[in-house]
């Protein structure tokens, strides 16, 4: 352990009396453990072996610019610290077999361990968080799209969007989490700590967020154990069970949505109107309404596979989207190279990626709001919400409905599991009518309050 040797800071009142004291009694030495003091201020200076266990030095103040610790504040920090430290020693001492350190032959590489916050660089047994989770994010075959087969076990992989939201998970706790347990060995943090740490990401970022960074974190350790890193899972054990958010259902109305479509024709963006009136007469989510290929379309209907779950339904096309569809294709009859994409940024010429797609939603949905305020909390999620609703609205029953949607059957409909089969595209092409004629019975509505 390190020891110091200090005059004080120049602001704190008992460094004050203490250099008073100095100029008839000599000079004073204070040693405190672990604490360096360099021009009068406090510092940490993690060792090498430190540094092994997950350590980094630090200056003893409050934040990265306030007041620095007072000589009983740097007193109690070390003895925390020295209990930190202890913890992660009898936490490597657990890890080590046979008395001996696990190096990169673990992970089948012979390599020279080096003090360094990546897991890559520093593969050993143990491991800080940050390190198990970067561990786990990019090693984890399954986040790899590769599918784990053993005998008769079976685990797909994860989809590519669960991957991208347990990196974002993973980098609100590196943010949130810098100051705390980010950087201190895995091992040796309870599951009160990782408590603690959820709490944290869910008052800076809210209950979403935290109960994606306990999801990551619980698949994280899970990995760990599998892979020798981690003895148990922590994560597991926490006491505290977050609450599931309220759900959100926001229906748009037929005025609504045509204020929305006539802002996107207006932006010159009749792409994006596509897509919405795509939706509303399909139900479908926007990954698969922004894949749709010309292929999927037959002389029944557009023929979809649902991302999230697999399922084939034969949606007919209602006249508008038929309509608009047919206007889409005679813009792009100029075009050197025509994507296979049916919904694609006109102006790039070239098919939208999710977020670029949600900008352009965004500017769309907010240029509607001006005239219609009530558009402004409105998202393309709620477009399905949207769909489904109109549905009922037409009179649609729950088969019909769970023939747009892709719904399996709810609880209260089990019964008719054995006798419906489950998807049938009669249904859907019943639905798609039902809506269809209840959607032009409100547009006239409209048009008769507009007089």
Not at 125 to 154: A, C, H, M, W
Request: aromatic share 8%; with cysteine; charged share 30%.
């Amino acid at each position: 352990m390190h020891t110091g040797h200090a005059a004080f800071a120049s602001n704190e009142p008992q460094a004050r009396r203490l250099r008073a004291k100095a100029t008839t009694m000599g000079t004073i030495t204070i040693r405190i453990p672990l604490v360096t003091w360099r021009d009068g201020r406090p510092r940490f200076f993690a060792s090498a072996a430190q540094r092994r266990l997950g350590f980094a030095g630090e200056d003893l103040r409050h934040g990265g610019d306030g007041p620095w610790f007072t000589v009983e504040e740097c007193r109690a920090w070390s003895e925390a610290k020295q209990a930190d430290i202890a913890a992660a020693r009898s936490a490597a001492a657990a890890t080590k077999p046979h008395g001996e350190e696990l190096t990169a032959a673990a992970f089948g590489k012979r390599r020279r361990v080096q003090p360094a916050r990546s897991l890559r660089a520093n593969p050993t047994r143990l491991t800080t968080l940050s390190q198990l989770v970067e561990g786990f994010l990019d090693r984890d075959p399954r986040n790899k799209g590769r599918e784990i087969v053993e005998g008769r076990k079976r685990r797909k992989p994860r989809a590519a969007d669960t991957v991208r939201f347990y990196r974002s998970c993973a980098a609100a706790l590196a943010e949130t989490e810098a100051d705390h347990g980010w950087h201190r060995p895995a091992a040796a943090l309870a599951p009160a700590d990782l408590g603690k740490a959820i709490e944290r990401v869910e008052i800076a970022r809210g209950l979403s967020t935290a109960r994606g960074v306990r999801a990551m974190l619980s698949q994280a350790f899970a990995w760990a154990v599998r892979e020798g890193l981690a003895r148990a899972n922590p994560v597991a054990l926490i006491e505290d069970r977050l609450p599931v958010p309220e759900e959100r259902v926001r229906v748009g109305t037929v005025a609504e949505m045509l204020a929305l479509t006539a802002a996107a024709d207006a932006l010159g963006r009749p792409e994006a109107a596509d897509c919405i009136w795509l939706a509303l007469f399909s139900a479908q989510r926007q990954k698969d309404r922004l894949a749709l290929e010309e292929r999927q379309f037959g002389a029944d209907g557009i023929l979809w596979q649902q991302s999230k779950t697999g399922e084939r339904l034969l949606i007919p096309q209602a006249r508008i989207v038929r309509e608009r569809f047919a206007a889409a294709r005679e813009r792009r009859k100029g075009w050197k190279v025509v994507p296979t994409r049916v919904i694609v940024d006109e102006r790039a010429q070239r098919p939208f990626k999710a977020d670029w797609w949600r900008k352009v939603f965004r500017e769309v949905r907010d240029h509607a709001a001006a005239s219609m305020p009530s558009l402004s909390d409105f998202r393309d999620q709620d477009l399905r919400d949207t769909a489904l609703s109109w549905a009922d609205y037409a009179g649609c029953d729950y088969a019909e409905i769970g023939n747009l949607s892709g719904h399996r059957f709810a609880r209260e409909t089990q019964i008719l599991r054995h006798y419906v089969t489950k998807f049938d595209p009669a249904r859907a092409a019943r639905a798609v009518a039902k809506t269809e004629a209840w959607f032009d019975r409100q547009v006239e509505a409209e048009k008769e309050k507009a007089l």
